[in-house]
């Protein structure tokens, strides 16, 4: 069974569309995470939620909005969409906000802005 | 900003031991070096972590020198499944309380049969 599942896995948009990623995690984890992963292939924190809690803005344009129906589940919505938005998209999640806790990835979701 | 630095590449005989450095010289005390690697187009997989003291586990051993500013994974008889970019990250506390993973540009390691 795998244990954080992302879905599409490829996305190909027009700029300007609005799309969602979606993220779900049977780990029975507190914490799940978004990650940007640029072409130069640093990681960066976007957002982080406990609890279905926002506890991490990672100064992101307000055109990406997470959501979080329940504690298995973190999607991103993303309006507007820009070409440097084009990037792969990871979702992740651990047992705790501690940070102390090994973090589980999804395989990640390839966006393509044209 | 990333915290790591890190060479962008190495190579490493099929059987031998991988000894990835990285550097990490503005760590504070309360800091601790995390290590993920990557696979090709799949998620970062955790490895490793440490504060002070070496740790090992079935994957790998860490060695963190006495002054903390650098430390090195060792992966000790390499496969060419440990093809990767390997991250060595440092975990912050953030100003609002909460931590966060600052990832290094990471070292893609190729292991050659």
């Known amino acids: 069974d795998t244990a954080v599942s992302q879905t599409p896995k490829y996305l190909v948009t027009q700029m300007g569309n609005d799309k969602s990623i979606k993220c779900e995690q049977n780990?029975?984890?507190?914490?799940m995470y978004w990650y940007k992963q640029d072409s130069k292939k640093f990681l960066k924190i976007m957002f982080s939620y406990n609890n279905k809690e926002l506890i991490i803005n990672e100064t992101v344009p307000n055109r990406f909005s997470p959501k979080s129906p329940d504690k298995a589940h973190l999607n991103l919505h993303i309006n507007s969409l820009e070409l440097g938005d084009s990037a792969v998209y990871f979702c992740?999640?651990?047992?705790?906000?501690?940070?102390?806790?090994?973090?589980?990835f999804g395989p990640g979701t390839r966006l393509t802005v044209l | 900003d990333a915290k790591t630095t890190q060479p962008p590449s190495m190579d490493c005989a099929e059987g031998r031991a991988a000894n990835l450095p990285c550097n990490h010289s503005?760590?504070?005390?309360?800091?601790?070096v995390y290590w993920y690697r990557q696979i090709h187009s799949q998620g970062p997989q955790y490895i490793i972590h440490?504060?002070?003291?070496?740790e090992t586990n079935e994957m790998a051993s860490l060695i963190i020198t006495e002054d903390r500013k650098s430390s090195t994974l060792i992966l000790p008889h390499a496969t060419l499944r440990d093809t990767a970019v390997y991250y060595c990250?440092?975990?912050?506390?953030?100003?609002?309380?909460?931590?966060?993973?600052?990832w290094g540009a990471g070292t893609k390691l190729i292991i050659k049969p």
């Open positions: 503005t760590i504070s005390g309360n800091e601790y």
């Open positions: 440490g504060l002070k003291n070496n």
């Open positions: 992740a999640s651990s047992q705790d906000w501690t940070g102390r806790n090994t973090q589980y």
């Open positions: 780990l029975g984890h507190d914490t």
């Open positions: 990250i440092v975990r912050v506390a953030r100003k609002d309380s909460n931590y966060q993973l600052i």
